[in-house]
C-alpha cells in the first residue's frame, strides 16, 4: 500500500466500531499523519491513545461528520498543519446512525477532503465503511457513483465497502430486499436482481479481510472508482 511518499489520511467515526479499526489499520500506513474525526471527543482521545503504531503525527478533531461549519475549520487545521491529504475513510456506525446520516456524513465527508486531494498529483482516495444494515442498497449504490463522478475531475476516487460478515445476511438487513423479495418470489431470484445491477460481492471469512480491501481502494495500484464492494462470511449467500 506504501505506494506514496508520506502519505496523509483521515478516518471519520473514528472513536468506534469500524472508524475505529480503520484507524488502527491505517496508522501504520499513514508517515504523512493520521487525524482521527468522531463527536464522542472522550472516546476518540482514548482510541487515538491506544493505537498500536501510531504515526509521528497524530490529530484528534472532535465533531459531529455532518456540520458543514466544522468542516470548514477542519479543512483550515488540515491546510495549516499537513498541507494535504491523500487518504480518507468514512466511517458510519451502524449503532448510531439515523436514516439520513449515511448520505449527510459521506456528502459532508467528500466536499471537505476533494479541495485537499485535489491539488495532489496523484489526487486522492475516499473510501466510505460501513456495516451492512447502515446502508440503503439503491440509496447507496447512486451516492458512490455521483460522488466519483463529481470526484473525478479532482483525480479523486471515491468508493464504498459495506462489510456483511457478522450477525446476519447483508441484503436481508436492507428495505429494498423485502421488495425485491415480493417481486422474484425467492431469494435466489433477488440475488440475481442484485448482480444485475453490477454490485461486486466479496466473500470474507475475516473482518481483518474488509480491513485488507479498504487499503487496497487506497493504493494507487487500484484505478476502481465508484464501485461499492459487499463483503459477506458466505453461510447466507
Keep these: 500500500m506504501h505506494t506514496r511518499l508520506n502519505p496523509v489520511a483521515l478516518v471519520t467515526g473514528a472513536a468506534s466500531g ?32 491506544a493505537l498500536p503504531s501510531p504515526p509521528e503525527r497524530v490529530s484528534t478533531l472532535a465533531f459531529d461528520a455532518t456540520d458543514a461549519q466544522a468542516w470548514k475549520r477542519a479543512q483550515d487545521f488540515i491546510r495549516t498543519q499537513y498541507g494535504r491529504l491523500d487518504w480518507a475513510v468514512a466511517g458510519v456506525d451502524a449503532e448510531k446512525a439515523s436514516a439520513d446520516a449515511l448520505p449527510r456524513a459521506t456528502l459532508g465527508v467528500g466536499n471537505a477532503v476533494t479541495p485537499l486531494m485535489k491539488d495532489n498529483i496523484q489526487g486522492g482516495v475516499v473510501v466510505l465503511a460501513l456495516a451492512a444494515h447502515s446502508a440503503k442498497v439503491d440509496a447507496l449504490l447512486q451516492l458512490v457513483r455521483v460522488a466519483a463522478k463529481e470526484g473525478a475531475a479532482h483525480k479523486v476516487r471515491v468508493n464504498a ?50 480491513l485488507r480491501l479498504i487499503r487496497l481502494l487506497l493504493s494507487d495500484d487500484s484505478a476502481v472508482s465508484g464501485a461499492t464492494l459487499a463483503v459477506d462470511g458466505g453461510p447466507a449467500l
Design 18 to 49: 469500524i472508524g475505529a479499526a480503520c484507524a488502527r489499520s491505517l496508522a501504520t500506513y499513514a508517515s504523512g499523519g493520521l487525524i482521527m474525526v468522531d463527536a464522542n471527543e472522550a472516546a476518540l482521545a482514548a482510541t487515538a491513545d
Design 161 to 210: 465497502v459495506i462489510n456483511g460478515a457478522v450477525e446476519s445476511a447483508l441484503w436481508r438487513r436492507d428495505p429494498d430486499f423485502a421488495t425485491l423479495l415480493k417481486e422474484a418470489k425467492d431469494e435466489v431470484g433477488v440475488l440475481d436482481r442484485i448482480a444485475k445491477r453490477s454490485i461486486p460481492l466479496v466473500r470474507c471469512s475475516a473482518s481483518q479481510d474488509v
